[in-house]
């Protein structure tokens, strides 16, 4: 049996945490491991990739550089439109049977789309996304969701579950799990958006946030509504002290929902509040914020 070399596309704010990961478990691969102990990395600002070569991860110059070395290759890139440009680049000199495995919060249609591109080429594409923030990331605390050809996710289950706190297959096809990673991103983003609007409700009728933010935590315990329902509470939307989700970044991803929704027939009227309320601090200049930002604008907006 021959040894895996594996890459990695992509080192934003979650891709770095994914990458180190995997950087540290092929690491502590013995002299029979299936997998290569070194990562090979790949990102357009090749000072980010710093980190993971002082964990021992080797730079490559390029996309066609990193295909012509791995057979196993993941991806974490900012959209669509990213991830279709560099798994084009990706397949110019990709390996035959080569494993590619995106990472991001994409468009389940472009997943259907790459995956019968790569088969054109003898590459197994597979949609691997991930729920949690940078923080999580980084802590191995994402879960995460994977779908695609079952000989390919056999190959590269053990990566998936070094990147992560545990790993929900989906099937064989790989617009599934990316359709998954939108529904749980539907579900967040709602929370936040009634967050906002409960804060809202304290601040004009008089209860103090902390004891919103109380409520929250007893009601609903856990990391994600209470930690969002603090963030609101003390705005605390400066991503270069909390690196998380963007106003932006979620305005990129609610669209998708909404897309998502109008192709199968499900009216997504929480969605749709929600894009309207981003567009609105959007377009105030702060679609840096973090995503609970959206509060601002709930906060604008008189009764109807």
Known sequence: MGVDVVGFLGLGNMGIGLASNLQRFLKEQGTDAKFYGKLHIWNRTTAKAAPLQELGASLNPSVADLARVCNICFAMLFDDAALESTFNDYLKTAQTGTVFINCATVDPALASKLAER???????????????????????????????????????????????????????????????????????????????EALNLGDRSGVPRDVVVSIVEKLFPGAIIPGYAKRLAADAFDMSKDPGFSVTGGLTVVRLMLALGERCGAALPAAKLACGHLEAVEAEGMGGLDLGALALAVRKEAPR
Request: hydrophobic residues 55%; glycine residues 8%.
């Open 118 to 196: 790569g088969r054109s080429r003898s590459c197994a594409f597979l949609s691997s996304p991930v729920f949690g923030r940078p923080d999580a990331a980084a802590a191995q605390q994402c879960l995460v969701v994977a779908s695609g050809a079952a000989a390919a996710m056999e190959q590269v289950r053990p990566l998936l579950q070094a990147m992560g706190r545990g790993v929900i297959e989906l099937g064989a096809d790989p617009a599934a799990a990316a359709a998954v990673k939108l529904i749980g991103n539907f579900l967040v983003v709602s929370q936040v958006e009634l967050l906002a």
